[in-house]
Structure formats: C-alpha cells, structure tokens
C-alpha cells in the first residue's frame, strides 16, 4: 500500500490534480508511529459533540452535524495536542475510532456516496465555498456557510504524531475503504471552491461528521 506525500508543500499539485479528473488520490503520507499521546484531552460536552436534532442540518436527504465531532476516545487527539484546539476544530481520529465515535452518540459515518448526495444538494461547482465557514480560514479561504454546515480548517495528524495544515484544509472520513486498504475521504482548502476526494492510510487522524437518517 502506498500513499503519496500530503502537506503545505504538496498543496498545488495536489489542486492540480482535484481541477483536471475531480478525485484526489492522495493521502496524508507519513512514516507509520506510537499513538502515545499525554495531552489526549478535550472537552466533550461542548457544540462539537452531540447528535442532538439542534445540532444537525438536513442535507442530501440525511441529518448531518452541524459541528466537527468532540467526543473524546481512544486514538484521537486534538490538533498539536491543545485542548483549545478541540473545542475550536473538533477531535482528529483514526478511521477505527471515528466509527465507534459516531456510533457511541447514536449517529453513524457517512458513506462515500453520502457525502456525495450532499455535495449534490448543495451544487458540485460551489460546494466547498457554500460548506465552508465564515471565518477561520487563512489566506482569504472562507466560505459563505450557506447551509449552516460551517466547516473549519481543522488539519490532519500523520501517525507518527506530528500534525499539519490548520487554517489550511479540513479532512473529513467517509465509511468507505478503498481497494488499496485505504479509506476515501473528503478534503476543503483554502483557495478551492470544490470538494475535494483523497485516499488516506486508516491511522492517520482526520475530522468527523457524523450522519443519522431522518
């Protein structure tokens, strides 16, 4: 299995490739590591956590959170090991974890062809723009938050435990693994009005959205 190099430095390529075929086939490369981590905190009854019907959009035909998932578990962390950074983004989690996550609230992870009912919903051209927040994004990236889905730049951790590209992109996994052993996910940058598709290896940490049906 093999995944290419994902970070600041890859970031035009990467937009080149999202603009000529649609799909991302990139992951958040990294060398694979310990999952020890002493700041593994958070605060998990704040507006990220719940699954409450005050905490969901309707979108694509399903009840989507409004806000990252906050509820604290094993293998997943907040960005740069910051609790403020929790409570801003949300928690970063490995595949596994993200699942078991969203089901202890009673939701689920969508799946790749829940995502793109949403991003159907919502229009292909613009989707980024209209899913994006108000604020939060650097480099003039923000978005019109149209639908109430205000999505943050919450980066990604690679599994040896470093992190990389808040303010710059958000990551987001789907219940849909890949051929290659890897999981599809869904990607907004900063200066791209899309949504973008990656491959991502499962252990590296990424944002979650969890979904329940109406």
């Keep these: 299995m093999s995944f290419f190099n994902f970070g600041k430095s890859g970031r035009a390529l990467l937009l080149t490739v999202v ?3 649609g799909l991302l086939s990139v992951g958040c490369g990294g060398d ?3 999952n020890d981590n002493p700041a593994n905190n958070g605060n998990n009854n704040n507006n990220n956590g719940g699954g409450g019907s005050s905490e969901t959009v309707l979108l694509g035909g399903l009840k989507w959170m409004k806000k990252n998932l906050n509820v604290k578990t094993a293998d997943s962390w907040c960005y740069e090991n910051s609790p ?6 949300g928690r970063l989690y490995t595949w596994e974890a993200a699942k078991s996550a969203c089901q202890s609230i009673g939701m689920r992870l969508p799946s790749r062809e829940e995502w793109d009912a949403l991003e159907t919903a919502v229009g292909v051209d613009d ?15 923000n978005g019109t938050d149209d639908y109430e889905f205000s999505a943050l730049p919450g980066g990604y ?5 470093n992190f990389d590209d808040v303010g710059l992109g958000g990551y987001w996994w ?3 693994a890949g051929d290659d ?3 599809n996910c869904r990607e907004l940058d900063y200066n791209y009005d899309r949504i973008g598709r990656y491959h991502s290896g499962k252990d590296y940490g990424a944002s979650v959205r969890c979904v329940k049906d109406e």
């Design 19 to 21: 603009v000529a075929v």
């Design 32 to 34: 694979d590591g310990g």
């Design 84 to 89: 403020d950074s929790c409570l801003k983004y």
């Design 127 to 141: 989707a980024g723009k209209k899913l994006k927040s108000k604020s939060g994004w650097n480099n003039n990236g």
């Design 157 to 161: 951790r690679y599994p040896n435990g």
């Design 174 to 176: 789907t219940a849909t």
């Design 181 to 183: 052993d890897g999981v």
